[in-house]
């Protein structure tokens, strides 16, 4: 009993219960989404029996596979254009509107950035049936497809890139660039030189952030679709899970969840690395500075 009283008294232990709750969580968390990709490799139809190990559903069907639906492998396609273009369309954008918002002062300068978070806040039922009413009756030249949805997804995608790259902005501060431009050096050139290099990773992660939100979204995309040619990958498993599924659906979950787990893991490592480097130049930079 002392030894309990001591052991729950001691403030530096081992927090148990928090760990214990938190591997509880990830089990109930990662065990649905496992199954899941477990029948993408079932030799049978059934999604809920397993049959044994094969590749049936990933190309050896020769009707119903993965590789060989051609309706499965538009709604790939279609997935990956939008994210591609998303992320080439929505981090260029975010980084500019990054660095004017980090340049701007005024009384109209905290509104902006709590505008820019809008879209992160709203839920994202509302932002669809916005952007869908929009297209719909205001801006009739963009048809609702692949145009439209390319642009529903970059308005919700910049906010993220925002986020990113104005932190690394914060941290990096001002004096950099005020010392490029003290030697000599343009705005656009220090900017370009200085700025731009030091933001390398935040633009990097951003990349990775947008194309994980873009491959995955659900509801702008739905909202914003036209016809069966424009199905992307979580609308094809939504359309079809409840009329006649089959493992060929697990698969294509499957791919999305490894661009996505890909995506997000080069950003993390990005990051990692960078920090890194700093900590491994700042030493550096001490060594020098005691000799």
Not at 262 to 269: C, D, E, R
Request: glycine share 6%; net charge positive.
């Amino acid at each position: 009993m002392t030894r309990l009283r001591t052991w729950w008294s001691n403030p530096w232990r081992r927090p148990a219960f928090l760990a214990t709750g938190y591997w509880l969580y990830v089990i109930w968390s990662l065990v649905p989404v496992l199954i899941a990709v477990q029948f993408a490799f079932n030799s049978g139809r059934s999604r809920s029996t397993w049959q044994g190990f094969s590749l049936r559903w990933w190309f050896e069907d020769p009707d119903r596979s993965l590789w060989h639906d051609p309706s499965l492998r538009e709604a790939m396609l279609n997935s990956l254009w939008l994210a591609f273009f998303t992320m080439l369309i929505a981090t260029p954008l975010g980084v500019a509107l990054a660095l004017g918002l980090a340049r701007w002062r005024g009384r109209t300068a905290r509104a902006s950035n709590l505008l820019m978070l809008i879209p992160l806040a709203m839920p994202e039922i509302v932002m669809g049936t916005m952007l869908f009413l929009v297209f719909d009756n205001l801006y009739t030249a963009i048809p609702l497809g692949r145009p439209a949805m390319l642009l529903g997804h970059v308005t919700f995608s910049v906010s993220y890139v925002v986020i990113l790259v104005r932190g690394r902005l914060l941290t990096i501060g001002p004096d950099l660039e005020d010392a490029a431009q003290d030697l000599g050096a343009s705005p656009i050139a220090a900017i370009r030189t200085v700025l731009l290099p030091l933001l390398g990773p935040a633009i990097f992660a951003s990349l990775m952030i947008v194309f994980a939100t873009s491959i995955d979204d659900f509801v702008i995309s739905a909202f914003l679709s036209a016809d069966a040619s424009s199905q992307t990958i979580p609308i094809k498993i939504y359309s079809t899970v409840r009329v006649a599924p089959t493992p060929a659906l697990n698969a294509l979950a499957t791919v999305m969840l490894l661009f996505t787990l890909l995506a997000v893991g080069l950003a993390v490592l990005a990051l990692r690395v960078f920090r890194r480097g700093e900590k491994g130049s700042a030493v550096e930079d001490f060594a020098t500075l005691d000799l």
